[in-house]
């Protein structure tokens, strides 16, 4: 079995007639948690969609576990075992919170079942308290929580988590990087666009960074704490 | 107008109503959850009727017409959501009227090459062909009783189906977030084809049984679908609820109108004018709430 759980290799997209990715190449190791970076508009949110089958990408290829994944549309890619907390949390505002989370609960790749509702809620007490309550009636740092935790639900090998903490007060945020923690723990892969520097590259185990559509960093966090010029101008930090 | 005449007229503006909600509720979810504005609604209506009195001729049957009717109509809708409407989600509306309108020629154009342009009428079936005598020389028909009680109990399955099944939350989670729903691992097209035959269905069982208490004529299928998108429109574009009150209350009206006699300064409003009276109730209701009476604010 190879290490490599989901690699993407040379891919292209448009947006109308603006070229988003210009060739993005990277891949994802089996229980690897990888920080994706760069400014606004780069091309971090495009290229988590095109691997979870939202938004078409021009050319370039997707494999996961081994097998094409470049032409299975979304639900499919769900099951095989890519999970997705999308920018904006993705609540589905007319359920409550206890619908949110049974909708997600399926059984992960060959059957693994690490994640249950119940270990959901222990995870996260907070939930716990608001099980009837609608989605739109969550706080921002409830919402993220849910988001998650619906994720996880789907018992993944690799999830997808678009600003794991924008816009959460910092004892929130803080909450959310331990559970992160967890889900590393747990053996899940991660892919994670955040902008707490900080947070992130200590957290990850690599760190890809984006500048306008192209990865111009993919290696081991600690490296690029060692480059504060690049930071600066690619991040901003 | 005496106590009992005013029951009766009111059971009847009931019963209209409710059968108004069936065909509205399928034209509202297809809206509110897929989107699509599907004008061809009416004609499976009027193919639901057509339907109904071949079948009974054929098998010499109400209900098991009924059944086979409802069997053919989801086969159709099945089929129709893979051929047409399944590329019409990502489009605009305009293009949704289109299709659907293109839908509405082809099938009175099929009606007429299959049933001919004649007016038929099915007779009522032998089970429900009686009357409730309320005085001496009024009764209320069994017939339009059933009709009613079905249509609750579909309307009360429907509202348990959305809340309450599994089914019913991913068409809510469809709703509010299609791509979300999708990233969790739900096959929502096959929901969306679901749902649409569902409509379908319900259209076409609609018109089934109201064959035998109206005739069943080529234009019937446009004049259901006028009333059926003043009902949504009042109802407030995608909600069940909204569908449900407005289709009571277009029934009753549309009813009343027809048997009051209203004259206000030597003007004959009713019935003269009751062809309006759902319109004008509209154009109210539209001025205060432009959303209707339980539409979300765009």
Same mark, same amino acid.
């Given at each position: 079995?190879?290490?490599?759980?989901?690699?993407?290799?040379?891919?292209?997209?448009?947006?109308?007639?603006?070229?988003?990715?210009?060739?993005?190449?990277?891949?994802?190791?089996?229980?690897?948690?990888?920080?994706?970076?760069?400014?606004?508009?780069?091309?971090?949110?495009?290229?988590?969609?095109?691997?979870?089958?939202?938004?078409?990408?021009?050319?370039?290829?997707?494999?996961?576990?081994?097998?094409?994944?470049?032409?299975?549309?979304?639900?499919?890619?769900?099951?095989?075992?890519?999970?997705?907390?999308?920018?904006?949390?993705?609540?589905?505002?007319?359920?409550?919170?206890?619908?949110?989370?049974?909708?997600?609960?399926?059984?992960?790749?060959?059957?693994?079942?690490?994640?249950?509702?119940?270990?959901?809620?222990?995870?996260?007490?907070?939930?716990?308290?608001?099980?009837?309550?609608?989605?739109?009636?969550?706080?921002?740092?409830?919402?993220?929580?849910?988001?998650?935790?619906?994720?996880?639900?789907?018992?993944?090998?690799?999830?997808?988590?678009?600003?794991?903490?924008?816009?959460?007060?910092?004892?929130?945020?803080?909450?959310?990087?331990?559970?992160?923690?967890?889900?590393?723990?747990?053996?899940?892969?991660?892919?994670?666009?955040?902008?707490?520097?900080?947070?992130?590259?200590?957290?990850?185990?690599?760190?890809?960074?984006?500048?306008?559509?192209?990865?111009?960093?993919?290696?081991?966090?600690?490296?690029?704490?060692?480059?504060?010029?690049?930071?600066?101008?690619?991040?901003?930090? | 107008?005496?106590?009992?005449?005013?029951?009766?007229?009111?059971?009847?503006?009931?019963?209209?109503?409710?059968?108004?909600?069936?065909?509205?509720?399928?034209?509202?979810?297809?809206?509110?959850?897929?989107?699509?504005?599907?004008?061809?609604?009416?004609?499976?209506?009027?193919?639901?009727?057509?339907?109904?009195?071949?079948?009974?001729?054929?098998?010499?049957?109400?209900?098991?017409?009924?059944?086979?009717?409802?069997?053919?109509?989801?086969?159709?809708?099945?089929?129709?959501?893979?051929?047409?409407?399944?590329?019409?989600?990502?489009?605009?509306?305009?293009?949704?009227?289109?299709?659907?309108?293109?839908?509405?020629?082809?099938?009175?154009?099929?009606?007429?090459?299959?049933?001919?342009?004649?007016?038929?009428?099915?007779?009522?079936?032998?089970?429900?062909?009686?009357?409730?005598?309320?005085?001496?020389?009024?009764?209320?028909?069994?017939?339009?009783?059933?009709?009613?009680?079905?249509?609750?109990?579909?309307?009360?399955?429907?509202?348990?189906?959305?809340?309450?099944?599994?089914?019913?939350?991913?068409?809510?989670?469809?709703?509010?977030?299609?791509?979300?729903?999708?990233?969790?691992?739900?096959?929502?097209?096959?929901?969306?084809?679901?749902?649409?035959?569902?409509?379908?269905?319900?259209?076409?069982?609609?018109?089934?049984?109201?064959?035998?208490?109206?005739?069943?004529?080529?234009?019937?299928?446009?004049?259901?679908?006028?009333?059926?998108?003043?009902?949504?429109?009042?109802?407030?574009?995608? $909600? !069940?609820?909204?569908? *449900?009150?407005?289709? %009571? &209350?277009?029934?009753?009206?549309?009813? =009343? /109108? #027809?048997?009051?006699?209203?004259?206000?300064?030597?003007?004959?409003?009713?019935?003269?004018?009751?062809?309006? $009276? !759902?319109?004008?109730? *509209?154009?109210?209701? %539209? &001025?205060?709430?432009?959303?209707?009476? =339980? /539409? #979300?604010?765009?």
């Amino acid at each position: 079995m190879s290490n490599t759980l989901m690699s993407v290799t040379d891919l292209h997209s448009h947006y109308g007639l603006s070229h988003v990715l210009h060739g993005v190449t990277l891949e994802i190791k089996r229980g690897e948690t990888v920080a994706l970076m760069g400014r606004n508009g780069m091309g971090k949110t495009t290229l988590i969609k095109c691997l979870m089958g939202l938004v078409p990408f021009s050319s370039g290829d997707i494999r996961f576990r081994e097998q094409d994944a470049k032409s299975l549309p979304t639900h499919m890619l769900a099951r095989t075992g890519v999970a997705y907390v999308p920018e904006g949390r993705g609540i589905f505002k007319n359920l409550t919170v206890k619908e949110n989370l049974l909708l997600a609960a399926r059984l992960g790749f060959e059957g693994r079942r690490e994640w249950t509702f119940d270990r959901v809620l222990d995870s996260f007490p907070r939930l716990k308290e608001r099980l009837t309550h609608g989605g739109q009636q969550l706080s921002g740092g409830e919402q993220q929580m849910l988001s998650i935790g619906r994720a996880l639900l789907t018992n993944p090998d690799l999830l997808l988590l678009d600003e794991a903490t924008e816009g959460l007060a910092p004892l929130i945020a803080q909450e959310i990087w331990s559970i992160i923690n967890v889900i590393k723990k747990s053996g899940i892969s991660t892919l994670i666009v955040d902008k707490n520097f900080k947070a992130l590259s200590k957290i990850s185990d690599r760190c890809a960074v984006m500048v306008k559509g192209e990865i111009v960093f993919d290696d081991i966090s600690s490296k690029l704490i060692g480059k504060p010029e690049a930071l600066k101008s690619w991040l901003g930090v | 107008m005496d106590a009992v005449t005013f029951f009766i007229q009111t059971m009847n503006g009931i019963q209209y109503g409710l059968l108004l909600f069936l065909v509205a509720s399928g034209l509202t979810l297809i809206f509110g959850i897929m989107g699509v504005i599907n004008i061809a609604h009416g004609s499976f209506y009027m193919i639901g009727a057509y339907l109904a009195w071949s079948l009974m001729g054929w098998l010499g049957n109400f209900w098991l017409g009924l059944f086979v009717g409802i069997v053919v109509a989801f086969l159709l809708g099945l089929i129709l959501e893979w051929l047409f409407i399944r590329f019409l989600y990502d489009r605009d509306h305009l293009q949704q009227v289109l299709v659907t309108y293109g839908l509405i020629l082809i099938f009175s154009e099929l009606r007429s090459v299959i049933w001919g342009d004649d007016v038929h009428s099915v007779a009522i079936p032998a089970l429900l062909d009686g009357s409730i005598q309320l005085t001496d020389n009024l009764a209320y028909p069994v017939y339009r009783l059933w009709l009613s009680g079905i249509c609750v109990v579909i309307a009360i399955l429907m509202f348990l189906g959305i809340q309450h099944t599994r089914l019913g939350m991913m068409i809510r989670a469809g709703e509010s977030d299609r791509e979300m729903t999708k990233a969790l691992g739900i096959n929502i097209g096959l929901v969306y084809r679901f749902i649409f035959a569902l409509g379908v269905s319900l259209a076409a069982f609609s018109g089934m049984i109201a064959a035998p208490i109206s005739s069943i004529f080529p234009g019937m299928g446009g004049q259901i679908l006028i009333v059926s998108f003043v009902v949504v429109v009042i109802g407030g574009l995608g $909600s !069940i609820k909204g569908a *449900m009150v407005a289709a %009571l &209350l277009v029934g009753l009206i549309d009813t =009343f /109108g #027809k048997v009051m006699t209203l004259n206000i300064f030597g003007v004959n409003i009713f019935p003269e004018m009751a062809g309006m $009276s !759902i319109f004008t109730l *509209m154009a109210v209701i %539209l &001025l205060f709430r432009p959303q209707g009476i =339980f /539409g #979300k604010e765009y």
